[in-house]
T-cell receptor
Framework: DQQVKQNSPSLSVQEGRISILNCDYTNSMFDYFLWYKKYPAEGPTFLISISSIKDKNEDGRFTVFLNKSAKHLSLHIVPSQPGDSAVYFCAGNTGRRALTFGSGTRLQVQP | DAGVTQSPTHLIKTRGQHVTLRCSPISGHKSVSWYQQVLGQGPQFIFQYYEKEERGRGNFPDRFSARQFPNYSSELNVNALLLGDSALYLC???????????FGQGTRLTVV
């Protein structure tokens, strides 16, 4: 049973435009959500997080939105840059214990 | 400041062998977690340790074990290796149980 789903395996956007990566979850006990970026041959790099008591968190070009009623979160990257090309994982967390990851979305930002 | 360091970076083992993977957390971080990532999937949780005590265990067989040392470094051991154990093994550290996890570069294990 996949508790965290990233239904788009890949996404391609033009440099300067907005990238929107989506994530759905089924576990209502998640109280914290995180986004990670991963380059080949490297470990995941933490990007941004959001508590379940909030609906938006912003950090520079990155904004995460949480819709608890829909059990959906999204990561917006504005403006997108070629260096943003990577695999993005969303993850849910219960009681700050183990992270449950989605399967990832590969973002390609075209120059 | 050094991030999470893992050793070795790459490893090739034969079926049935045993392997030990090592992880040093970020200085000051007391919690270490281990994840397995197979191609095309997200990382899957294996173990979490905090202050040298096991705080969580994922759905992995008993062939997988781990421990955390007084200096907060950690080892992941896998016995009786199977071909399906081939994966990227990731270690993550957190300052406390309720903060973001920071990952090492991983150990790529290939079982032949």
């Amino acid at each position: 049973d996949q508790q965290v789903k990233q239904n788009s395996p890949s996404l391609s956007v033009q440099e300067g435009r907005i990238s929107i990566l989506n994530c759905d979850y089924t576990n209502s006990m998640f109280d914290y959500f995180l986004w990670y970026k991963k380059y080949p041959a490297e470990g995941p790099t933490f990007l941004i997080s959001i508590s379940s008591i909030k609906d938006k968190n912003e950090d520079g070009r990155f904004t995460v939105f949480l819709n608890k009623s829909a059990k959906h979160l999204s990561l917006h990257i504005v403006p997108s840059q070629p260096g943003d090309s990577a695999v993005y994982f969303c993850a849910g967390n219960t009681g700050r214990r183990a992270l449950t990851f989605g399967s990832g979305t590969r973002l390609q930002v075209q120059p | 400041d050094a991030g999470v360091t893992q050793s070795p970076t790459h490893l090739i083992k034969t079926r049935g062998q045993h392997v030990t993977l090592r992880c040093s957390p970020i200085s000051g971080h007391k919690s270490v977690s281990w994840y397995q990532q197979v191609l095309g999937q997200g990382p899957q949780f294996i173990f979490q340790y905090y202050e040298k005590e096991e705080r969580g265990r994922g759905n992995f067989p008993d062939r997988f074990s781990a421990r955390q040392f007084p200096n907060y470094s950690s080892e992941l051991n896998v016995n009786a290796l199977l071909l399906g154990d081939s994966a990227l093994y990731l270690c993550a550290s957190t300052a406390r149980e309720n903060t973001e996890a920071f990952f090492g570069q991983g150990t790529r294990l290939t079982v032949v």
